[in-house]
Structure formats: C-alpha cells, structure tokens
C-alpha cells in the first residue's frame, strides 16, 4: 500500500507532459487555472472544478513529441490536431482514476459547431470547449499575441471553434490583471500547491498506482519508434531478475514503478536528439544525459515516491562512480538499482537505434563483459541475467 495525495500524482505527471514543451513548460497548469476560473464563473461545484483541474493538467497525456507541441503552440488549428486526442483518451481510459476523463480529452480539440451536435453528454461538450478555449488562449500568448490580439481570436470563432458563452465568460474573468498576474510560474505554483494541500494522504494499492505508472511508461515510450515498449520491457526484466535474487517483494514493487517511470525525463528531450543518427555533440550529450535528474525531480514532487525517485534516477550510474548524472558508486548503489542498469543496458542493445542496427548475441555480451571487467556493472546480477538468457530475451523484446 502507498500513502499518498493523489493530487500531488496529478500535478507531477503534468510536470512530465510539460517537458515536452522543452523550454514552454506550465501549458497544461495554466489551461488547468483558466478553466476553473471558468467553472467557478459558472457556478460549478467544487468537485467539478477539481476535475476541470486535473483535466487541464492532462489533457495533452497524448502528446509525447516535441514536433507535435511545436503545432499546438504555433497553430490555432491544423491537419490532425485530433491525433493526440485519440491517443489522450485511450491512455486515461487504462487507469481507473482518470477513465472519467477520457471522453472529454477525446473531444478537446472538436469545434464547438460540430461538437454542440454530437449524441454525447453535454457536460462533456461543455468541458472540452472549455479546455479547447483555454489551450488555444495559452497557445495564442506563446506566440507572443498581446491581450486584444487573443480577445479578437476568440470573438471571431463564436460559434465556430468555441461556444459563444464561453468566449463572454472568459472575456468577463480575463478583465482583472490578476487573472495574467496568476499564470506566472511562481504564482500558479502557489495557487495549485493549495490545491494540492486540500486533499487527504489516504493509502493506495500497488495496483492502483502501477495504472498510473503504466499510463506514463507508454507516454515515454511512444516518444521515440526506437524505443517503443522500452520502460515496459525494462520492467518486466527486472522484476524477473529480483525475483531470481530473492529481493522481497516490497522492494521489488518499488523496483517495478521505478522501471516503469526511469525515463520520465526523455520527454524534455528533443526528437531531433533522441531520434539523431550520427554521435552526439557535446550539448546534446549533455541534454541526453539530465534524463535521469529531471526523471528524479518529477517524482520528487510526489512525497511517497522518493524511493522510486531515487531508483529511477540511478538507472545511468556505474559502480566505479563513472556514471551519470550523479557519479555515485558502489557503495551508494542498492541491488535494486544494479539490476535496473543492467535490464536498461540489456533491453538497449537487443533494440534498434537510430544511429545502429539491432545488436547480435556475441556484440552484447561482449560489450557488456567489458562493463563488468571494468567494475561498472553488477557481475552477481549479470550472471543471473546470463544464467536466465532465454527467458531474458522473451522479457526485453
């Protein structure tokens, strides 16, 4: 069991979507706030301005490549901007806690003419143009529009892209300067940290937060058609080798979400890096190798995820200290996180790379022997791995 704020998951995992923006973080915080100011005008209750939040939060969960946020910020609409929606509502419908906003995230890029149509429940019509209102608002002020630039968008598409009701509340909320004055970092911090304090640490199952983490994993994963399936199989590995270690299953459920959620920090990694067929440069190295510390300061914000913040961010280290981003050794490097380097070394080779074909058999051991020779990696746990290289290999792929 996991004694957790359910709502500190929420916001952290809208820090992971965030990242996608590189450098244009809070998107989804700041559809979260204009949204609930927009609930609020309209009377809402509590418990739906709390779900207009977290919809906020997540309503891009279907968005994991830069080039795609690249459109969302640049363009008030294009060709396929229903994608990521589709996608959005097939991950939220995996997770129990966030399945009853599927439909809405699903909708959340459908104008307003054709949306007031559709046979589908009109509180879901009502908040996705609400969002749809909202993230188009953000979008326009990435661009640089001033405030009248933004009001005159929204005037010119009532009954278009918006439902006209929503265009006069928020011009009506949008008035007072404090409503911009509440969108910068430190002050949206401020407002959705209250939020958070709201709500009760209450105990969670291991299988409700491995929904959660599951969600995120295939977000990471479809970042990249190189590593598709990578966190998951990653996973699977490591849980097979810490059973064969005889690792309790307590630490071996930590070892499991942080298997699943060790890459949380690729998303701040730009396509054109991951997706590189050539060696890195310098910059880009660097870049590269902060995903373990962003996938750490992600699951920090989450007080009953330090352990797995932890694990997860020492996925890159080597017991001889030549690892990264911490240069910790052997002497501050658990079991668990000497068997989730070597599943994430192991899964790696047998994948294909943008810059290298599928390795044999005989190049990864040969490449791993050398890590062990090196006293970079476990040789206890490597030799479990070889000792169980079919089912090894059934698990990676």
């Not at 149509?117 to 996705?128: G, S, T």
């Not at 959705?192 to 937060?209: A, C, G, M, N, R």
């Not at 962003?294 to 961010?313: G, P, Q, W």
Request: one cysteine or more.
């Amino acid at each position: 069991m996991f004694k957790l704020n359910i709502r500190e998951v929420s916001y952290a995992l809208s820090e992971a979507l965030d990242f996608v923006g590189i450098d244009d973080l809070f998107h989804g915080k700041r559809v979260a706030y204009m949204s609930s100011e927009i609930c609020k005008y309209l009377g809402y209750s509590q418990s739906k301005i709390d779900d207009i939040i977290n919809i906020g939060m997540l309503h891009d969960c279907g968005v994991s490549n830069t080039d795609v946020h690249h459109s969302l910020v640049t363009e008030l609409d294009w060709d396929g901007s229903n994608n990521h929606c589709v996608r959005g509502e097939k991950l939220l419908k995996s997770v129990h806690l966030y399945a009853q906003y599927a439909e809405i995230i699903l909708y959340h890029h459908t104008h307003w003419n054709i949306l007031k149509n559709l046979e589908i429940d009109e509180e879901v019509k009502r908040f996705a143009n609400i969002i749809l209102l909202t993230d188009r608002v953000d979008a326009l002020r990435a661009q640089g529009k001033s405030n009248q630039e933004i009001y005159d968008v929204l005037n010119s598409q009532r009954d278009k892209m918006f439902k006209s009701e929503f265009v006069s509340i928020f011009l009506e909320v949008a008035q007072p300067e404090s409503f911009w004055f509440y969108q910068d970092v430190e002050n949206l911090e401020l407002i959705l940290h209250e939020w958070i304090s709201q709500e009760p640490v209450i105990e969670y199952s291991f299988k409700f937060i491995k929904e959660i983490a599951m969600m995120f994993s295939n977000i990471v994963d479809a970042k990249s058609k190189f590593t598709s399936e990578h966190s998951t199989n990653v996973s699977k590995l490591s849980i097979f080798i810490a059973k064969k270690m005889n690792v309790p299953q307590e630490k071996i459920d930590i070892l499991e979400l942080a298997a699943l959620l060790h890459d949380l920090g690729k998303l701040r990694v730009a396509d054109n890096i991951l997706e590189k067929k050539g060696p890195l440069n310098e910059s880009e190295r660097l870049i590269m190798d902060k995903h373990g510390f962003d996938s750490e300061m992600i699951l920090r914000k989450v007080n009953a995820f330090k352990d797995i913040a932890t694990l997860a961010s020492s996925h890159h280290e080597k017991l001889n200290g030549t690892g990264y981003p911490y240069q910790k050794n052997a002497d501050s490097l658990s079991l668990e996180s000497r068997i989730l380097t070597i599943c994430d070394i192991f899964q790696a080779l047998i994948q294909k790379r943008p810059y290298r074909k599928k390795l044999k058999e005989e190049k990864i051991f040969e490449i791993m022997d050398k890590m062990a020779h090196n006293g970079e990696i476990d040789i206890s746990v490597y030799d479990v791995l070889k000792q169980n290289l079919n089912e090894a290999y059934l698990l990676a792929c």
